[in-house]
């Protein structure tokens, strides 16, 4: 791993110990059933530790009183989960669940209501059958020499040498489309490393903080986070980033460092966002909670948490859906080649 990966690891390992001291700061609670203690203690975790209130302008002393005149004894297990999960919503927050054995509440507004702008089945007109895989990345070269890479999953491991490969393959195009639609999210590692081989010299990428008490403003100074480009291969070539509305997390977070590069173009839609690094807890009665608690601002020291705007706004056409086309695909080969005319095909490498 590229010694910025290793600083990014240590400085997340530091926000842990932080977290985990002040965790060991409040007094264990004992087992218990009881609704009001259970909702009393989630409450009391998110109020101390979520990072976005001031952000999103939550009131979340109005939240308690409005979700705890709904906690009574009577409850059942179900029904209490089902209003914790429902005062969770209030976060506005694709990071934040509570987690019990028979059921996870998750946030589903940050992309409930926009276009797809992605059709498995259209996708299948262009990635066909017969195409290389790379850990997770699926690629080959289609029309015009331009290569075509789909990553649909930031938990789906890719090393360097699989890019290595995949940049091999592409040695004769001038061009390729990254294509990340519908990647909800995963490892920040391989945001890293896959970034760092479309960058030519080290960047400031963005900063974190992290809290350093229990008050919603309790932050840490922003610690700044540099990309160092890869010394493997590297394309340096004109590159197209295809998004949508369900591109989340760590995707957001890659969109948010190739919209950077002079040699990116972001197409398509608006990302979900995602930018609060989530950590985890544990109500009395054994259920799990994740929250957004250390914020990931980007170079200009703003929050993505509600999504990045593409360079290049374009939706699928129902029309090219109904003939077998991307709109989003088409779009994105058209401007390639008009940035790429008469160039020379190169791929670089620094070993």
Same mark, same amino acid.
């Given at each position: 791993?590229?010694?910025i990966a290793m600083k990014r690891c240590l400085?997340?390992?530091?926000?842990?110990?932080? $977290?985990?001291? $002040?965790?060991?700061?409040?007094?264990?609670?004992?087992?218990?059933?009881d609704p009001h203690a259970n909702f009393?203690?989630?409450w009391k975790i998110i109020d101390e530790r979520y990072c976005f209130f001031d952000y999103k302008n939550i009131d979340w002393n109005a939240v308690h009183d409005k979700y705890e005149a709904q906690i009574n004894n009577s409850l059942d297990r179900y029904q209490l989960f089902d209003v914790l999960g429902k005062m969770l919503a209030e976060l506005q927050d694709g990071h934040t669940n509570l987690v019990s054995n028979f059921n996870t509440?998750?946030?589903?507004?940050?992309?409930?209501?926009?276009?797809?702008?992605?059709?498995?089945?259209v996708h299948k007109n262009?990635?066909?059958?017969?195409?290389?895989?790379?850990?997770?990345?699926?690629?080959?070269?289609?029309?015009?020499?331009?290569?075509?890479?789909?990553?649909?999953?930031?938990?789906?491991?890719?090393?360097?040498?699989?890019?290595?490969?995949?940049?091999?393959? $592409?040695k004769d195009c001038n061009s390729i489309i990254f294509d990340v639609r519908n990647n909800t999210g995963g490892s920040l590692a391989y945001s890293e490393i896959i970034a760092a081989r479309f960058l030519e010299e080290k960047m400031l990428v963005g900063y974190i903080m992290h809290k350093t008490g229990l008050g919603h403003n309790d932050f840490s100074d922003p610690y700044p986070i540099e990309l160092e480009p890869s010394k493997r291969i590297?394309?340096?070539?004109?590159?197209?980033?295809?998004?949508?509305?369900?591109?989340?997390?760590?995707?957001?977070?890659?969109?948010?460092?190739?919209?950077?590069?002079?040699?990116?173009?972001?197409?398509?839609?608006?990302?979900?966002?995602g930018c609060g690094l989530p950590f985890n807890s544990e109500l009395p009665n054994g259920w799990g909670v994740r929250f957004s608690s250390s914020p990931i601002l980007n170079a200009d020291k703003e929050f993505t948490e509600f999504g990045i705007d593409?360079?290049?706004?374009?939706?699928?056409?129902?029309?090219?859906?109904?003939?077998?086309?991307?709109?989003?695909?088409?779009?994105?080969?058209?401007?390639?080649?008009?940035?790429t005319f008469g160039m020379t095909p190169s791929i670089k490498s620094d070993e």
């Amino acid at each position: 791993m590229e010694k910025i990966a290793m600083k990014r690891c240590l400085h997340i390992l530091l926000i842990l110990c932080i $977290f985990i001291y $002040f965790t060991s700061c409040f007094e264990r609670e004992e087992y218990t059933e009881d609704p009001h203690a259970n909702f009393e203690a989630l409450w009391k975790i998110i109020d101390e530790r979520y990072c976005f209130f001031d952000y999103k302008n939550i009131d979340w002393n109005a939240v308690h009183d409005k979700y705890e005149a709904q906690i009574n004894n009577s409850l059942d297990r179900y029904q209490l989960f089902d209003v914790l999960g429902k005062m969770l919503a209030e976060l506005q927050d694709g990071h934040t669940n509570l987690v019990s054995n028979f059921n996870t509440s998750r946030y589903w507004s940050w992309n409930d209501g926009y276009p797809d702008n992605f059709n498995s089945i259209v996708h299948k007109n262009y990635l066909g059958s017969n195409y290389n895989i790379a850990g997770g990345l699926r690629y080959l070269i289609m029309r015009d020499s331009i290569g075509y890479v789909y990553y649909g999953d930031f938990s789906s491991p890719v090393n360097e040498l699989n890019l290595d490969e995949m940049f091999l393959h $592409f040695k004769d195009c001038n061009s390729i489309i990254f294509d990340v639609r519908n990647n909800t999210g995963g490892s920040l590692a391989y945001s890293e490393i896959i970034a760092a081989r479309f960058l030519e010299e080290k960047m400031l990428v963005g900063y974190i903080m992290h809290k350093t008490g229990l008050g919603h403003n309790d932050f840490s100074d922003p610690y700044p986070i540099e990309l160092e480009p890869s010394k493997r291969i590297k394309w340096l070539r004109p590159v197209a980033v295809l998004t949508n509305r369900s591109c989340y997390s760590a995707a957001n977070d890659f969109v948010g460092k190739m919209r950077m590069f002079p040699k990116v173009t972001i197409i398509g839609d608006k990302t979900g966002g995602g930018c609060g690094l989530p950590f985890n807890s544990e109500l009395p009665n054994g259920w799990g909670v994740r929250f957004s608690s250390s914020p990931i601002l980007n170079a200009d020291k703003e929050f993505t948490e509600f999504g990045i705007d593409p360079d290049i706004k374009i939706d699928i056409k129902e029309e090219d859906q109904l003939n077998g086309f991307d709109t989003i695909i088409e779009e994105a080969i058209i401007i390639l080649k008009e940035k790429t005319f008469g160039m020379t095909p190169s791929i670089k490498s620094d070993e």
